[in-house]
C-alpha cells in the first residue's frame, strides 16, 4: 500500500512575479483554497497520507497553512465562518506532515532526492500542485496508485500535448500494454518539436519506487544543468520498470497565466453555482 506523498514546493514560481515575490506559488488560491488545498484533497482520496512537503525559503506559508492559527479562529468561533476552515482543518487530521527544506535550487530530481528520510524505503507519490487536477469520480493520483498495484514499478501521468508544447514537458516513448497504459522505453525532458519522438507528456503526478534515490544520486546535471527527475525514470525505464498512464479527467496548468484562469473559471461552476 502507498501510503507516503511528496510535494516538491521548493520552486520561486517566476511566471507569476510579482505574486509570488513573498507567496509560494503554491499558496495562490483558485477562489478560496490554495492550490496545495487542492492537491492535499487528491492525495487523501487515494489514501495517501504521509505527507512530506519540500519546501525553500520564503514558503514559511505553506506550514502554517497546516497548523492551527489561534487567533484568527478565535475571533470566528462560534460563528457561521467557522465552516470556512472546516476543510483544511479535516487535511490536518487525516495527514501527518514533514516539512524539509531545499536550500538550493537543483531541478525538480533534487526536489524529490531531499524526501529520502521521508519515505519508509517504499513506494511513494509526488504530485506537483500546479498541475491542478480533477476527476470527481476517482482522482489522477487513485488512478495511479490502481496502475501501481498492478504492475509494481514507477508511474508518470500523461497526456497528449500539441506538438508546439513538447519543450515544456517531459516526453515518454513507449509501447502500448493497454488502452490508456504504455511500457516507457524512453523518456526525455523538455525536447525541442523538432526533435520529440511523440506528443504524449509527463503531467505533474508521479508513483516513484525507492531505488530512485540512489538513481538519483547518480544522475548528472541535465536539462537546465539541474537534476531532472525525467532522466533518473530514464535509468528505470530502460530496465523495463516504469510505465505511463493517461490519465482521465481534466488538467490545468496554474502555472501559467491561462491554466490559472480555466481553473478559476471551472471551479466557480463547479463549486459555487
Ligand atoms: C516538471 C518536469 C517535467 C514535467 C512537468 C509537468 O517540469 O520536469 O518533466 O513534464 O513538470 O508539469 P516543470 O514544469 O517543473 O518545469
Not at 16 to 39: N, V, W
Not at 56 to 61: L, M
Not at 135 to 159: F, H, I, P, T
Request: charged share 30%; proline share 4%; with cysteine.
Amino acid at each position: 500500500m502507498i501510503k507516503t506523498c511528496i510535494f516538491p514546493a521548493a520552486g520561486y514560481g517566476t511566471r507569476f512575479l510579482p505574486a509570488t515575490k513573498t507567496l509560494p506559488k503554491e499558496m495562490l488560491p483558485i477562489l478560496d483554497k490554495p492550490l496545495i488545498h487542492y492537491a492535499m484533497e487528491e492525495a487523501i482520496e487515494a489514501g495517501l497520507t504521509n505527507i512530506g512537503i519540500i519546501t525553500g525559503r520564503t514558503k514559511r506559508a505553506l506550514e502554517d497553512y497546516f497548523d492551527i492559527s489561534y487567533e484568527i479562529e478565535d475571533a470566528i468561533k462560534g460563528s457561521e465562518k467557522e465552516k470556512l476552515l472546516s476543510d483544511v482543518r479535516r487535511q490536518m487530521e487525516v495527514c501527518n506532515f514533514t516539512f524539509t527544506r531545499q536550500r538550493k535550487m537543483n531541478g525538480l530530481g533534487d526536489a524529490i532526492n531531499h524526501a529520502r528520510y521521508m519515505v519508509n524505503n517504499e513506494a511513494f507519490g509526488v504530485i506537483l500542485a500546479d498541475d491542478l487536477c480533477v476527476n470527481d469520480e476517482c482522482g489522477v493520483m487513485s488512478q495511479m496508485v490502481k496502475a501501481y498495484e498492478k504492475y509494481r514499478c514507477s508511474v508518470v501521468a500523461l497526456m497528449e500535448v500539441p506538438n508546439k508544447d513538447t519543450k515544456k514537458y517531459g516526453i515518454i516513448e513507449g509501447v502500448k500494454l493497454e488502452k490508456n497504459i504504455y511500457k516507457i522505453t524512453d523518456m526525455v525532458e523538455k525536447p525541442d518539436p523538432k526533435d520529440a519522438k511523440t506528443n504524449l507528456a509527463i503531467i505533474g503526478r508521479y508513483i516513484l519506487t525507492p531505488d530512485i534515490f540512489d538513481i538519483l544520486d547518480n544522475t548528472p546535471a541535465g536539462k537546465g544543468g539541474e537534476i531532472q527527475i525525467t532522466d533518473a525514470l530514464n535509468t528505470q525505464a530502460k530496465e523495463g520498470r516504469c510505465i505511463g498512464l493517461v490519465f482521465s479527467g481534466l488538467r490545468f496548468d496554474c502555472g501559467s497565466v491561462e491554466g490559472f484562469f480555466e481553473a478559476t473559471k471551472y471551479f466557480y461552476e463547479r463549486d459555487f453555482k
